[in-house]
């Protein structure tokens, strides 16, 4: 394990994980438009968005996967929850905001801009 967490890449996908073995105990999906972009670059970003937005959430541990399709990539983001009840309704409008956030979106692209042997 890194700093950063595990990463695992199955395929195309790289999934950034805390702790394995990963379980989605909630996801949501988006499409991020941009090209030639670090695929770890952009998982450990949205991370870091969605631990500072789900952090208060006992037991939850981020997870973020990133997949390049045509035009974008497609992003999985969520977690795992150690606690048998959670606030489910309120994480997926957490992460779904997250997602959707243009702003972030524009930073999210800055950071993973590809560079010479980025993931």
Same mark, same amino acid.
């Given at each position: 394990? #890194?700093?950063?967490?595990? @990463?695992? @890449? $199955?395929?195309? &996908?790289?999934?950034?994980?805390? +702790?394995?073995?990963?379980?989605?105990?909630?996801?949501?999906?988006?499409? /991020?438009?941009?090209?030639?972009? #670090? %695929?770890?670059? /952009?998982?450990?970003?949205?991370?870091?968005? @969605?631990?500072?937005?789900?952090?208060? !959430?006992?037991?939850? &541990?981020?997870?973020?996967? !990133?997949?390049?399709?045509?035009?974008?990539?497609?992003?999985?983001?969520?977690?795992? !929850?150690?606690?048998?009840?959670?606030? +489910?309704? #309120? @994480? !997926?409008?957490?992460?779904?905001?997250?997602?959707?956030?243009? $702003?972030?979106?524009?930073?999210? %692209?800055?950071?993973?801009?590809?560079?010479? #042997?980025?993931?």
């Amino acid at each position: 394990m #890194s700093g950063q967490g595990h @990463i695992l @890449i $199955e395929g195309e &996908t790289l999934t950034l994980a805390r +702790r394995l073995p990963i379980r989605w105990d909630v996801r949501c999906e988006a499409h /991020l438009a941009g090209e030639h972009l #670090s %695929r770890r670059r /952009l998982a450990l970003q949205i991370r870091q968005d @969605i631990w500072r937005a789900c952090q208060n !959430v006992r037991g939850f &541990t981020p997870l973020v996967s !990133v997949t390049p399709v045509e035009a974008g990539y497609q992003v999985a983001a969520g977690g795992m !929850v150690a606690v048998q009840h959670f606030p +489910r309704s #309120s @994480i !997926v409008a957490r992460l779904e905001d997250i997602l959707s956030c243009s $702003e972030n979106q524009r930073r999210w %692209r800055r950071f993973a801009a590809q560079r010479r #042997s980025a993931a």
